[in-house]
Protein backbone atom coordinates (compact mmCIF):
# COMPACT_ATOMS: atom_id res chain seq x y z
CA UNK A 1 0.00 0.00 0.00
CA UNK A 2 1.21 3.36 -1.19
CA UNK A 3 1.00 6.12 1.10
CA UNK A 4 2.49 9.76 1.31
CA UNK A 5 1.72 13.15 -0.27
CA UNK A 6 -1.08 13.37 -2.60
CA UNK A 7 -2.25 9.76 -1.89
CA UNK A 8 -6.13 9.24 -1.80
CA UNK A 9 -7.33 7.77 2.20
CA UNK A 10 -8.08 4.45 1.97
CA UNK A 11 -11.63 2.98 2.41
CA UNK A 12 -11.79 0.76 6.10
CA UNK A 13 -14.49 -0.99 4.52
CA UNK A 14 -12.68 -2.11 0.83
CA UNK A 15 -9.65 -2.74 2.93
CA UNK A 16 -11.37 -4.94 5.27
CA UNK A 17 -13.34 -6.71 2.55
CA UNK A 18 -10.11 -7.85 0.56
CA UNK A 19 -7.90 -8.68 4.12
CA UNK A 20 -11.33 -11.18 5.12
CA UNK A 21 -11.31 -12.23 1.13
CA UNK A 22 -7.72 -13.01 1.25
CA UNK A 23 -7.95 -15.11 4.64
CA UNK A 24 -11.12 -16.99 3.27
CA UNK A 25 -9.50 -17.78 0.15
CA UNK A 26 -6.09 -19.32 2.14
CA UNK A 27 -8.14 -20.71 4.78
CA UNK A 28 -10.33 -22.95 1.98
CA UNK A 29 -7.08 -24.09 0.21
CA UNK A 30 -5.53 -24.72 2.93
CA UNK A 31 -8.84 -27.13 4.34
CA UNK A 32 -9.04 -28.57 0.97
CA UNK A 33 -5.75 -29.64 0.51
CA UNK A 34 -5.35 -27.58 -2.90
CA UNK A 35 -1.07 -27.75 -3.84
CA UNK A 36 -0.13 -24.42 -5.00
CA UNK A 37 -3.12 -22.17 -3.46
CA UNK A 38 -1.96 -21.83 -0.27
CA UNK A 39 0.71 -19.05 0.49
CA UNK A 40 3.79 -20.72 1.21
CA UNK A 41 4.83 -20.64 5.42
CA UNK A 42 8.19 -20.48 5.07
CA UNK A 43 10.39 -17.67 6.38
CA UNK A 44 12.56 -16.85 2.69
CA UNK A 45 12.38 -13.29 1.56
CA UNK A 46 11.45 -13.95 -1.93
CA UNK A 47 11.81 -9.92 -2.35
CA UNK A 48 9.31 -9.60 -4.30
CA UNK A 49 7.87 -6.47 -2.10
CA UNK A 50 11.06 -4.60 -2.93
CA UNK A 51 10.74 -5.40 -6.52
CA UNK A 52 7.27 -3.99 -6.33
CA UNK A 53 8.31 -0.82 -4.59
CA UNK A 54 11.33 -0.40 -6.94
CA UNK A 55 9.04 -0.71 -10.09
CA UNK A 56 7.38 2.14 -8.41
CA UNK A 57 10.01 4.30 -7.65
CA UNK A 58 11.77 3.90 -11.37
CA UNK A 59 8.06 5.14 -12.54
CA UNK A 60 8.10 8.24 -10.18
CA UNK A 61 11.29 9.03 -11.05
CA UNK A 62 12.39 9.34 -7.85
CA UNK A 63 16.42 8.85 -6.51
CA UNK A 64 15.07 7.00 -3.22
CA UNK A 65 12.59 6.02 -1.44
CA UNK A 66 12.11 4.46 1.49
CA UNK A 67 9.92 0.99 2.15
CA UNK A 68 8.22 -0.73 5.19
CA UNK A 69 7.00 -4.31 5.55
CA UNK A 70 5.34 -5.79 8.56
CA UNK A 71 5.66 -9.48 9.38
CA UNK A 72 3.16 -10.80 11.88
CA UNK A 73 4.15 -14.17 13.20
CA UNK A 74 1.14 -15.59 15.28
CA UNK A 75 3.26 -18.74 16.45
CA UNK A 76 5.66 -17.04 17.99
CA UNK A 77 3.31 -14.11 18.88
CA UNK A 78 5.37 -11.44 17.92
CA UNK A 79 6.08 -8.70 14.89
CA UNK A 80 8.70 -7.86 13.22
CA UNK A 81 8.53 -4.25 10.78
CA UNK A 82 11.43 -3.93 8.61
CA UNK A 83 12.45 -0.73 7.02
CA UNK A 84 14.83 0.03 4.00
CA UNK A 85 16.19 3.03 2.68
CA UNK A 86 17.06 2.32 -0.87
CA UNK A 87 18.99 4.47 -3.28
CA UNK A 88 19.24 4.44 -7.22
CA UNK A 89 23.18 4.04 -8.23
CA UNK A 90 24.57 6.37 -10.76
CA UNK A 91 24.99 3.63 -13.12
CA UNK A 92 21.61 1.97 -12.17
CA UNK A 93 20.05 -0.10 -10.28
CA UNK A 94 19.02 0.38 -6.95
CA UNK A 95 20.69 -0.41 -3.65
CA UNK A 96 19.57 -0.93 0.15
CA UNK A 97 21.87 1.97 1.74
CA UNK A 98 20.25 1.42 5.79
CA UNK A 99 18.13 -0.79 6.71
CA UNK A 100 16.43 -2.11 10.14
CA UNK A 101 14.29 -4.56 11.27
CA UNK A 102 12.59 -4.28 14.58
CA UNK A 103 10.62 -7.26 16.43
CA UNK A 104 8.62 -7.34 19.52
CA UNK A 105 6.76 -9.37 21.45
CA UNK A 106 2.98 -9.12 20.46
CA UNK A 107 1.82 -10.87 24.46
CA UNK A 108 3.47 -7.89 26.31
CA UNK A 109 1.62 -5.13 24.96
CA UNK A 110 1.74 -1.54 25.56
CA UNK A 111 -1.42 -1.26 27.85
CA UNK A 112 -1.87 2.40 26.68
CA UNK A 113 -1.48 1.11 22.55
CA UNK A 114 -3.82 -1.42 23.08
CA UNK A 115 -6.49 1.46 24.45
CA UNK A 116 -5.53 3.71 22.02
CA UNK A 117 -6.27 1.29 19.17
CA UNK A 118 -9.78 -0.25 20.77
CA UNK A 119 -11.00 3.43 21.09
CA UNK A 120 -10.19 4.42 17.33
CA UNK A 121 -12.95 5.69 14.88
CA UNK A 122 -12.17 3.06 12.23
CA UNK A 123 -11.29 0.34 14.27
CA UNK A 124 -14.90 0.52 16.23
CA UNK A 125 -15.71 0.86 12.37
CA UNK A 126 -14.66 -2.55 11.54
CA UNK A 127 -15.63 -4.38 14.39
CA UNK A 128 -19.20 -2.96 13.35
CA UNK A 129 -18.90 -4.43 9.97
CA UNK A 130 -17.54 -7.86 11.32
CA UNK A 131 -20.66 -8.10 13.92
CA UNK A 132 -23.10 -7.12 11.37
CA UNK A 133 -21.23 -9.49 8.52
CA UNK A 134 -22.11 -12.09 11.44
CA UNK A 135 -18.59 -12.82 12.08
CA UNK A 136 -18.64 -11.34 16.09
CA UNK A 137 -14.84 -11.35 17.03
CA UNK A 138 -14.66 -13.17 19.94
CA UNK A 139 -13.23 -11.80 22.96
CA UNK A 140 -10.10 -13.71 22.58
CA UNK A 141 -9.66 -13.44 18.85
CA UNK A 142 -10.55 -9.01 19.66
CA UNK A 143 -7.54 -8.93 22.38
CA UNK A 144 -4.93 -10.60 20.37
CA UNK A 145 -5.88 -8.76 16.91
CA UNK A 146 -5.27 -5.64 19.59
CA UNK A 147 -2.11 -6.79 20.79
CA UNK A 148 -0.71 -7.35 17.45
CA UNK A 149 -1.73 -4.07 16.15
CA UNK A 150 -0.18 -2.11 19.72
CA UNK A 151 3.30 -4.39 19.12
CA UNK A 152 3.09 -3.25 15.45
CA UNK A 153 2.65 0.34 16.13
CA UNK A 154 5.24 0.01 19.00
CA UNK A 155 8.01 -1.70 16.41
CA UNK A 156 6.99 0.99 13.50
CA UNK A 157 7.61 4.21 16.11
CA UNK A 158 11.14 2.67 16.38
CA UNK A 159 12.00 1.67 13.27
CA UNK A 160 10.88 5.13 12.81
CA UNK A 161 13.33 6.48 15.04
CA UNK A 162 16.10 4.58 13.72
CA UNK A 163 15.41 5.43 10.11
CA UNK A 164 14.85 9.54 11.60
CA UNK A 165 18.61 9.24 13.06
CA UNK A 166 20.17 8.16 10.02
CA UNK A 167 18.18 10.71 8.14
CA UNK A 168 19.32 13.38 10.05
CA UNK A 169 22.83 12.47 10.07
CA UNK A 170 23.34 12.69 6.86
CA UNK A 171 20.16 15.26 5.86
CA UNK A 172 22.66 18.38 6.20
CA UNK A 173 25.59 16.83 3.93
CA UNK A 174 23.15 16.67 1.13
CA UNK A 175 20.82 19.61 1.99
CA UNK A 176 23.38 22.18 3.19
CA UNK A 177 25.76 24.56 1.69
CA UNK A 178 29.14 22.76 0.27
CA UNK A 179 31.51 22.14 2.72
CA UNK A 180 34.26 24.37 1.74
CA UNK A 181 38.19 23.01 2.93
CA UNK A 182 41.03 25.21 2.85
CA UNK A 183 44.41 24.78 1.60
CA UNK A 184 45.88 21.78 2.49
CA UNK A 185 48.71 21.95 5.30
CA UNK A 186 51.80 24.02 4.44
CA UNK A 187 49.95 25.56 1.55
CA UNK A 188 48.94 28.77 1.81
CA UNK A 189 47.39 31.09 -0.17
CA UNK A 190 47.95 34.59 0.09
CA UNK A 191 46.14 37.39 -0.79
CA UNK A 192 48.45 39.77 -3.65
CA UNK A 193 47.03 43.12 -2.33
Do not use: C
Not at 158 to 184: H, M, T
Amino acid sequence: MRTGEGEKARSIADLLTKILQSQVADQLAELLGEPGKAKPKTKSDSGEWLKSATKTAEGDAVAGFRVTRVNPDAGLRQVSVETRFVARQPRGGWETVWQHTETLDASKPNKDLVDRIANDPQIKQILELTKAAGLGAGDDALQTALQFGAATMQAQESANSRFFEFRDRYLQRLEGPPLLIGPAAGKVERDSK
